[in-house]
């Protein structure tokens, strides 16, 4: 369960990658404001950001909320570097094919590969092979965008079931059009909400940040929970 919601906010991550500046303009439709972060996305080529992220958990009739910090690491095509500075200092990193879930605690890493048509159409649309649009039923689409404290809000839904995302919402800052929080609501009730801070687009990242090495005495698990692999 502990790594499954962790890849959901991985996941959740990655299409934070299409934050782009949004035209501040009145009676925007919620379609403009998300065709405007798609025509911008591809300006982007790097990205690097810190992470709020608050995960409340549903579980036998008890709720649980967790606090974490981090930063994450993004460049095209399909690279990804992810580190929590909260215990248990988790770090998850992709090359594009590969991608690897560190827990120094527990002294193991979980190795796999990137799939697109298993849960991965957030890196198909960081790699550019996937859109907003065609991926999820998005709420209002032709009606004026809703407003929440200052902020455009967008409902997403996947047009295939995911059981790590039953919904999307996306709060877009209506004077910088940056896409400033996102919060993922899964199949089992739980929800993780991503606050990103001093994000930095376009910047040269060292290329060793995408690279896993394993360090000595660390148990290597092919695999993920749940997964096929």
């Known amino acids: 369960m502990r790594a499954r919601l962790t890849l959901s906010s991985i996941l959740l991550s990655l299409i934070l990658f299409s934050v782009m500046p949004v035209a501040d303009c009145p009676a925007l439709t919620t379609g403009e404001v998300v065709r405007g972060i798609e025509e911008r996305y591809g300006c982007v080529w790097s990205l690097k950001a810190d992470f709020v992220q608050e995960t409340t958990t549903r579980m036998l009739g008890q709720t649980r909320v967790t606090k974490a910090r981090g930063r994450v690491y993004l460049q095209r095509p399909g690279l990804m570097r ?10 998850w990193v992709s090359d594009g094919k ?3 879930f560190y827990q120094p605690r527990d002294k193991q890493v ?23 649009a065609e991926d999820f039923e998005i709420h209002g689409w032709d009606r004026e965008v809703e407003t929440w404290h200052g902020a455009y809000r967008i409902e997403l839904v996947p047009r295939k079931p995911q ?16 896409v400033d929080q996102a919060e ?40 993920f929970p749940g997964s096929q692999d």
């Open 163 to 178: 059981a790590m995302m039953d919904r999307l919402v996306l709060l877009v800052d209506r004077k910088t059009g940056y």
């Open 98 to 100: 590969t991608l690897w």
């Open 184 to 223: 993922v609501y899964d199949a089992y009730g739980n929800l993780t909400r991503t606050l990103l801070k001093r994000v930095r687009v376009n910047r040269k990242l060292p290329a060793d940040l995408f690279t896993f090495v394993v360090p000595p005495g660390i148990e290597v698990i092919e695999g």
């Open 82 to 91: 992810v580190e929590y500075t909260t215990p248990p200092k988790n770090v």
């Open 110 to 132: 979980n190795v796999g590969r990137v799939d697109l048509e298993r849960g991965g159409f957030f890196l198909g649309f960081l790699m550019g092979e996937s859109d907003l």
